[in-house]
């Protein structure tokens, strides 16, 4: 008997594809089938990956072909959609996708627009009374004296569809905001205190799996991603994230961006990354494979009590940076082999070399 399972990754020219792809290459029975809108990716050189097929992304109707034909051609069991554009087609398209194939769960589209959507996001925090900074949309020039009279400072000024905290701006005085601006702007007030995340899997409204990490190596910016995070609990945190994933009565995977409030000793919701995200590798190497309990819970699977273990793991840009820092950090050969993605590197060169091979060809 076969006991193959055709994975199809939808959207692999996607920023978090590569990081899937290395999380469900951890199953053996898994053959993962990937398509992308890009010809060259990351996702293409990896060697877990048994199909890469280029598609110029078609008009909706269309890339809906597409992707039946794909079902039916593979005979896929389960489809991984990784990023939001992704998720939210297929959660606009359930009831036309091929019954010969599974989708992991999805949220409701009601309740995934007002999670990728900051506005709407900072409206249902207030209206269901969730941990969250004021925050401030400005739709035209004549928004910003009174958001300027309501607000206290500092202020961030939040980029609209950028990511990684990309342009993320802090005002420190009413004096320093600019007089022009360029609507929309999302501001909020800022926050003295902390970041930390929790990683989730739901099914209605209830948290199947979690993980919760606090950034212990800041990123290339104050703004960016950590480069290396520690693996705690915290029960604030996922009193917060509980809620807030009950209100939304949210299915499938999420990440959400918490901040420590050391002014009112409380934790606030900051934002909700629907999809998946960059540290889901470390999240398995805690013990929470998230694409494999999605994969086995679209399969109808028993997920079992998934606890995961107090570590501390680092990026592969954070092991760069630290033996910068200190050269004899690349002799700790145990923890680079065991809480880094210098395994995965070693394991899987190809992409990371396709990526470097792409980062110099923008430097010159």
């Known amino acids: ?7 199809l990754i939808p959207d692999g020219d996607s920023t978090w594809a590569l990081s899937v792809i290395q999380c469900l290459s951890q199953v053996k029975d898994y053959k993962l089938f990937v398509l992308s809108n890009k010809k060259r990716t990351p996702s293409k050189f990896s060697k877990y990956t048994f199909y890469y097929k280029y598609y110029e992304r078609p008009e909706e109707a269309k890339w809906l072909e597409v992707i039946n034909s794909e079902i039916e051609a593979h005979n896929i069991d389960v489809i991984v959609p990784i990023a939001e554009k992704a998720f939210a087609f297929f959660i606009r398209n359930s009831n036309r996708i091929s019954q010969a194939a599974k989708v992991i769960a999805l949220p409701a589209l009601d309740e995934f627009s007002i999670a990728v959507d900051k506005k709407k996001l900072s ?7 969730i941990p969250h900074p004021k925050s401030f949309y400005l739709l035209s020039q004549d928004d910003l004296e009174p958001m300027l009279s309501h607000a206290q400072f ?7 569809g950028l990511k990684g905290g990309d342009g993320i701006k802090k005002i420190e005085t009413a004096a320093q905001f600019p007089i022009t601006i360029e609507a929309p702007l ?4 800022y926050i003295e205190g902390y970041d930390i995340d929790c990683s989730v899997l739901c099914h209605n409204g209830t948290i199947l799996a979690h993980t919760i990490q606090k950034g212990n190596l800041k990123g290339d910016t104050i703004y960016a991603p950590q480069l290396g995070f520690d ?27 918490l901040r420590y409030d050391e002014k ?13 995200w960059g540290s889901v590798e470390a999240s398995k190497v805690a013990g929470i494979n ?18 995961y273990k107090h570590i501390s793991y680092m990026r592969l840009k954070g092991v760069v940076k630290s033996i910068k820092r200190n050269p004899l950090f690349i002799f700790k050969r145990n923890y680079l082999m065991n809480n880094t993605e210098a395994k995965t590197f070693l394991s899987d060169p190809l992409p990371t070399i396709y990526k470097f091979r792409e980062w110099l060809g923008r430097q010159f």
Not at 154 to 160: A, D, F, R, S, V
Not at 267 to 272: A, S, T, V
Not at 290 to 307: I, Q
Request: one cysteine or more; hydrophobic letters at 45%.
């Open 1 to 7: 008997m076969n006991s193959r399972i055709n994975v």
């Open 231 to 257: 693996f705690i609990d915290n029960e604030g945190v996922l009193k917060v994230t509980t809620e807030v994933m009950s209100k939304l009565n949210w299915s499938g995977v999420a990440h959400l961006d």
């Open 123 to 129: 409206v249902f925090a207030k209206q269901h009374t």
């Open 264 to 276: 009112e000793k409380k934790y606030k919701l900051i934002e909700i990354n629907a999809r998946f």
């Open 186 to 189: 999302f501001i909020q007030e």
């Open 154 to 160: 500092p202020l961030l000024i939040k980029p609209l």
């Open 290 to 307: 998230f694409p494999d309990l999605c994969v086995r819970f679209a399969l109808g699977k028993t997920l079992e009590d998934n606890v």
